[in-house]
């Protein structure tokens, strides 16, 4: 039986307050199949983005199993931490995070620069073209609108070729029309790769389009449905 990419159990986090100690993840068990897609939805301060966070390394569990890509993340140092998250990991937030004194090009040739790839700037050059911005390569963020610096942040977290996408509600900041747009190039990408999407969305329609769902409140899960045929 082939290893999920994504297999937690009993994760726990809590983080101090000026009230004290909060519990932000009371228990997440969950399994994700490779090539799935599965969207985790909830209301506001229900633990999704920060569920994000330790599925991507960037938050320690405060107890339970995370093993994520044949890691387990709990058993890792910071260093080594970054080097699981940038061979399997690609992360797309709401707030696009892209360097603003850096081009295009060079925003997505960053994360195979921190690799010391020669061809760093070739693939961050394909990148941009697959999701159109291949005449955009030498603007900088305040240049490009909304949904283009969306697009460069998902040619970003595409340009390692990951096997794992966790996208944290990507079309928090775009209008209706541009956010469909990105979404069709972030599922096409999944498809094309055979990849994994781990989609946090607060969007039910666009949560219909991941193959699974589970939905949060107060820190736990509390629905699931099934896997489905892909359409």
């Not at 709990?74 to 970054?82: F, K, S, V, W, Y």
């Not at 949560?207 to 409140?217: D, E, G, L």
Request: proline residues 3%; glycine residues 8%.
């Amino acid at each position: 039986m082939t290893e999920p990419i994504i297999d937690t159990d009993n994760v726990r986090l809590s983080l101090r307050s000026r009230a004290g100690l909060v519990e932000i993840l009371r228990g997440i068990t969950l399994s994700v199949s490779a090539g799935e897609s599965l969207a985790v939805t909830g209301p506001s301060g229900s633990g999704k983005t920060s569920l994000l966070m330790v599925l991507a390394g960037l938050e320690r569990a405060t107890s339970g199993r995370v093993r994520v890509a044949g890691h387990d993340l709990t058993a890792l140092d910071e260093d080594q931490l970054a080097l699981a998250r940038g061979a399997s990991i690609g992360i797309v937030f709401q707030s696009f995070h892209l360097v603003p004194t850096m081009t295009a090009h060079e925003n997505v040739a960053l994360p195979l620069e921190f690799q010391s790839r020669a061809d760093a700037f070739d693939q961050a050059a394909e990148r941009l073209d697959e999701v159109g911005l291949g005449h955009r390569l030498l603007h900088f963020p305040a240049q490009l609108s909304g949904g283009e610096q969306q697009r460069v942040a998902l040619a970003r977290a595409l340009v390692t070729r990951p096997r794992l996408l966790l996208a944290d509600e990507p079309t928090g900041n775009l209008d209706g029309a541009t956010g469909t747009q990105v979404m069709d190039l972030l599922f096409m990408a999944q498809a094309r790769r055979n990849a994994t999407l781990v989609l946090i969305t607060h969007d039910e329609r666009l949560a219909s389009r991941c193959s699974r769902m589970v939905r949060m409140v107060d820190g736990g899960i509390v629905s699931a449905t099934a896997e489905q045929a892909p359409a």
